[in-house]
């Protein structure tokens, strides 16, 4: 058995955490239930419930894409997210996205600080009340906290077969403090700037998928490639039928993570529900189809990966577009990302599970497909039509929000690796690679 250095310093972290929350905590007052409905509360506790499923199921979905010696560190890897982002949401996390605003551009932490203020907190949120709710405010924060849990776990694809354990949990909650929460703070929050200057982000094609594309292509970079890779001695993924079940919890989820956003049972979360799995649908035909025309076998890999880019792309257009339109955008996305990880494979980038192809640029055709297809008849939300419909200022607002989103999610990334690389080497040293994180990592291994 390999052994590391022992530290007593995460342990103590968190103890403290544990002590001042018994020092913070207030008895909360009553629960305002004037104009809370039942049915949106319901629906909402299950929509959350799914949106954390996706989670175990990203961890079947990349556990059985790595080689056997890597599977349960990759799969750990989403699993930790669940714990450590939810302690961090609960103490200052959902106030840096969704605390009072400072200027739109983060939350104050102090504004619900160990959740106070939460479960008797008015329903609505914003400066001027703009976004009112008929459920629990506690209830939106816990949904809210299963889209922080997954986000950076998402990043872990890009990292695979190489990533030290102890350093990616720093950066993941680097990661969720300096890029996740100030991007969904500008994007949902009623006072954030891009909310103001018009964006459109049902569900999080920019927060979500974008920012973790490019974190996973800034980690790609920095930790440069695994050794296996320089060889070309790539060995097969360990597990399909892992793959193909993480596809079905994902999908299955997925329709908490998009229906779920529109904050209530009503037509709005039946049309997200519909162009969700419409999309995903359309993707995974159009994946595996792109690659017979390569000559290339149907797999139920490529089925797979196409049907996650499809329900990436339509994420941020879900709740803005028609039915029909999720087709063109899952079978154009599928496309896009096909092209970007067969370009990937035959370069030097080692993306281990083509992260950025498939959630980055699936994420970026999303957005600037909902500027162009967005539309009022589907939502009143919608104050400008999309490109489509003749209108071009929204289509033009959301290239600028894609550039800035882009700049800030792989700039800082890039920032924080080389941070958490300088408190805990980011990468596992050669003979570590070679034995396989499970071991190296976790003193576990895969039986076979």
Sequence with gaps: MTTQKPTWIPLLVLLAVAVLALFTTSVPGTMPTEGLDTGDTAWMIVASGLVLLMTPGLAYFYGGMVNHKNVISTMLQSFIAMGVISVIWIVFGFSLAFGDSLGGWIGDPRTFFMFNGVFDHKLSLGSADQ??????????????????????????????????????????????????????????????????????????????????????????????????????NILPPANIPYVLLGTGLLWFGWFGFNAGSAVGANGLAVTAFATTHVAAAAAGLSWILFDVTRGKKVSALGFCIGAVVGLVAITPAS??????????????????????????????????????????????????????????????????????????????????????????????????????????????????????????????????
């Design 131 to 232: 976004l009112k709710f008929t459920i629990p405010f506690a209830l939106f924060a816990f949904f809210q906290m299963k889209f922080a849990v997954i986000t950076p776990a998402l990043i872990s694809g890009a990292l695979a077969e190489r990533i030290n354990f102890r350093a990616f949990v720093l950066f993941m909650v680097l990661f969720c403090i300096v890029v996740y929460a100030p991007l969904a703070h500008w994007t949902w929050h009623p006072d954030g700037f891009l909310f103001n200057l018009g964006v459109l982000d049902f569900a999080g094609g920019t927060v979500v998928h974008m920012s973790a594309g490019w974190a996973a292509l800034a980690g790609a970079l920095y930790l440069r490639r695994r050794k296996s890779h320089i060889e070309s």
């Design 319 to 448: 709740g803005f577009v028609t039915v029909p339109v999720a087709i063109f955008i899952g079978v154009i996305a599928a496309i896009v990302s096909n092209i970007a990880a067969h370009w990937r494979a035959s370069s030097n980038l080692d993306d281990t599970l083509d992260v950025f192809p498939c959630h980055g640029l699936g994420g970026m055709v999303g957005m600037l497909m909902t500027g162009i297809f967005a539309t009022s008849a589907v939502n009143a939300a919608v104050a400008e039509q999309g490109l489509f419909y003749g209108e071009t200022t929204l289509f033009l607002k959301h290239l600028l929000a894609l550039a800035i989103v882009s700049a800030f999610a792989f700039g800082l990334s890039y920032i924080l690796l080389i941070i958490t690389d300088k408190i805990i080497p980011l990468r596992v040293n050669e003979e570590e690679e070679r034995l396989g994180l499970d071991i190296s990592q976790h003193d576990e291994s895969l039986a076979e």
